[in-house]
């Protein structure tokens, strides 16, 4: 700044020199008076002038030097933040699984140090506690979980990779979860917690990011296992990378990833530091849970699979004594949560335990379970209800095939404190369905569904084998047959008899179902099949799913609606519906699709005299009634228009038109007369005339 002051003044007073100043002589002032008065006067406002522009030119650089000043202490406070955020990143990552992993070898390398299996010294005895009738089935697992430590086991490799099959609620996840804390508590595992994953949630490509973030949280997690469920609803390329991490240890990734706040990001083609470029199994235990065998292993996975598999562990129905057993065990665990909660001292007689060892008709323990929790909420439902203070005995029995709870004297039948089950009116069901005009043969299809679903309920009462028909169905018909309605009534009368446990009927098209991109379609479907789980999923038109070879989009949809018939066969109903001829095309060009749904019902259409039922109907419901001088015309009238052309008219649709058109009509004659009957519709209120003008 000095600098630039110094050069101003130059420029105003100009630049002298030592030399300049002492040679030059001085001015003659006596000479000329006035006019070196008048030249000091011109040179003084000069000099004035120059001060204060050097004055301006001063405020103006400090102005743009405070300027700079904040400028740069702006710009210290943002890196102030950015350093902050970073070092907020940072500490959340050295949290995440991934980070907290990376100290494992070293454990590891400790935890090897235990002498020899002294850490699963116990297991067995602990397992024996709380699973019962399966002791075969604890052997193969206890083996399972000690072979890596016989063998030495090390690395990045599954330190086992077992298969566990048998019946649900026979206590293979039990078992585990038991293991698993024991094992914990015992240091060779170092966490009592099992990473699941459902592989149900993945059925199509589109989920495939989602599926290995998943699964990388689940490997990199603190978890020793890793138990994967339900692999026959999995999308089959991500069973791939699961028998890679079996078979090769490691299976490497289409792309590269990096981790972020603990998820994987897909880094595409950047250049990253310690990018991801493969899943391994980090040393743990891959485990395989299902109900079905070997053999459907197989075959979704390969014999290569299989063989590379180090144990196999299966469950058996469990026997009376097990059931029993499990039954005095859900019993102690009642009694001291009524104790303890209800403030109920219970006792029961030995008829309660037998009673609930034989409920349901399935070789797992789930119906036991199910009758001791709505026990207990028979007790808190009385304890809500009647609030009584202090503490009271409570005696459980079973009367009649009922269980019975005698409250220090007063004595209730536990299903009456429970709300009762929403089924629906059947009785409601079955009238409307009988007010249906015509469809005698469809009717009697549906009325057989309740007649089958009753004997299958008497054979699992006798302890034989059930056996569900398939209920898919296809209504063939032209427009106006009633299939839509026909389907409603079928959803809620599955309800009201116990075949579905929701009832709701979805209605679909193709532009429902059918994606408008690439990786779009699957999820849609997906969606809309789970929409109607427990119900009816009605797809109008289907016929317009398939519209040839190359018609990928739909061919995508129609996989992915036979593979979630196929998953979901015990709580969905699927009703195709179209036009006769189209439909038979459509299922002649796709004979996978038409063996899933042997159930064909063609709706035919009405005769002259259904659709003048159907008008008389639809009349009433609007509060009006047709004159008996109508029957005759409307009938003629029906019969030669479903004679020409039943398929644009509408069937039943024909009949509501031609009622509404009416209604109009008789408007207009009515306002005319004020003493006509404004309730009746006469033949001269219908317009019959376009039959003429088709023939």
């Known amino acids: 700044m000095k600098n630039d002051i110094d050069d101003l003044l130059n420029q105003v007073f100009g630049r002298?020199?030592?030399?300049?100043?002492?040679?030059?002589?001085?001015?003659?002032?006596?000479?000329?008076?006035?006019?070196?008065?008048?030249?000091?006067a011109s040179s003084a406002r000069r000099k004035k002038a120059s001060i204060d522009s050097v004055q301006q030119n001063v405020l103006a650089m400090?102005?743009?030097l405070e300027a700079r000043a904040a400028s740069q202490r702006r710009e210290i406070e943002a890196l102030n933040q950015t350093?902050?955020?970073?070092?907020?990143?940072i500490e959340q990552e050295l949290e995440t699984p991934a980070v907290q992993a990376l100290a494992k070898p070293q454990r590891a390398g400790a935890e090897k140090k235990r002498v020899g299996l002294d850490g699963f010294e116990g297991l067995d005895a602990a397992l024996e506690k709380c699973v019962f009738g399966q002791e075969t089935y604890l052997r193969q697992l206890c083996i399972a979980l000690k072979r890596p430590y016989v063998m030495n086991h090390s690395g990045e490799d599954a330190r086992g990779a077992v298969f566990i099959s048998g019946p649900a609620a026979t206590g293979r996840r039990l078992a585990l979860r038991r293991a698993a804390e024991f094992l914990a508590e015992k240091n060779v595992f170092s966490a009592g917690q099992i990473a699941w994953l459902d592989l149900s949630l993945y059925p199509t490509a589109a989920e495939e990011k989602l599926f290995l973030q998943d699964l990388y949280m689940a490997l990199a997690g603190s978890s020793d296992l890793v138990c994967f469920l339900h692999s026959g609803q999995c999308h089959p390329g991500f069973l791939t990378v699961l028998a890679n991490l079996v078979q090769k240890g490691a299976h490497p990734l289409a792309s590269r990833y990096v981790l972020q706040n603990g998820r994987l990001v897909d880094a595409g083609a950047s250049l990253v530091k310690d990018a991801i470029s493969q899943l391994t199994p980090h040393g743990k235990y891959l485990i395989f849970?299902?109900?079905?065998g070997l053999e459907k292993l197989a075959e979704r996975f390969g014999a290569p699979f299989v063989t590379a598999l180090s144990d196999f562990c299966q469950t058996q129905p469990l026997s009376p004594q097990a059931r029993l057993e499990i039954a005095r065990q859900e019993w102690s665990l009642l009694a001291a949560r009524a104790e303890h909660t209800l403030e109920f001292s219970v006792t029961a007689q030995d008829s309660l335990l037998d009673f609930a060892a034989k409920?349901?008709?399935?070789?797992?323990?789930?119906?036991?379970?199910?009758?001791?929790?709505k026990l207990y909420r028979a007790l808190a439902q009385y304890k809500l209800e009647q609030a009584p203070g202090g503490r009271i005995p409570v005696s459980v029995c079973v009367k009649d095939g009922h269980p019975q709870l005698d409250f220090n004297g007063t004595v209730i039948e536990a299903a009456s404190l429970l709300p009762a089950s929403y089924n629906g009116d059947l009785a409601a069901v079955k009238a409307e369905l009988e007010k249906i005009v015509g469809l005698s043969d469809v009717k009697e299809y549906v009325l057989s569904l309740e007649e089958n679903h009753r004997v299958q309920k008497r054979r699992e009462a006798q302890g034989l084998k059930t056996s569900g028909v398939s209920m898919h169905m296809i209504f063939t018909g032209n427009p106006g047959t009633g299939k839509t309605t026909i389907a409603r009534l079928i959803s809620k009368y599955l309800k009201a008899i116990g075949v579905l446990s929701g009832g709701q009927l979805v209605e679909v098209t193709r532009a429902d179902l059918v994606g408008k991109y690439v990786g779009h379609t699957a999820p849609l479907t997906t969606q809309v099949l789970n929409s109607a789980l427990g119900g009816v999923l009605f797809i109008d038109e289907a016929y317009s799913l398939y519209r040839g070879k190359d018609d990928s989009f739909g061919l995508e949809c129609i996989d992915t609606l036979v593979k979630g018939m196929e998953d979901h066969r015990d709580e969905l109903v699927v009703i195709l519906a179209?036009?006769?001829r189209e439909m038979n095309e459509f299922l002649s060009a796709n004979s996978g699709l038409k063996s899933r749904f042997p159930n064909i019902i063609e709706f035919p259409d009405y005769t002259g005299d259904e659709l003048l039922a159907i008008a008389r109907l639809q009349a009433k419901s609007k509060g009006y009634v047709l004159d008996v001088r109508c029957d005759d015309p409307l009938r003629t009238y029906f019969n030669a228009v479903q004679m020409t052309?039943?398929?644009?008219?509408?069937?039943g649709r024909l009949a509501r038109n031609k009622v509404e058109?009416?209604?109009?009509?008789?408007?207009?004659?009515?306002?005319?007369d004020t003493s006509a009957d404004l309730s009746t519709l006469i033949p001269e209120d219908f317009d019959l005339s376009d039959v003429v003008n088709d023939a």
Do not use: C, M, W
């Not at 002298?16 to 000091?40: G, N």
């Not at 052309?645 to 069937?651: D, K, L, P, S, V």
């Open 359 to 373: 409920q349901g008709n399935t070789p797992g323990a789930q119906p036991i379970l199910d009758f001791f929790e």
């Open 578 to 580: 179209g036009y006769t």
């Open 289 to 292: 849970l299902e109900e079905e």
């Open 661 to 672: 058109e009416a209604i109009l009509a008789q408007s207009r004659r009515v306002s005319r």
């Open 62 to 64: 400090q102005k743009e």
């Open 16 to 40: 002298r020199t030592r030399s300049d100043a002492s040679d030059t002589p001085l001015p003659e002032l006596h000479a000329q008076p006035v006019r070196a008065s008048k030249s000091a």
């Open 645 to 651: 052309r039943a398929r644009e008219a509408g069937n």
């Open 83 to 89: 350093a902050l955020a970073d070092i907020s990143r």
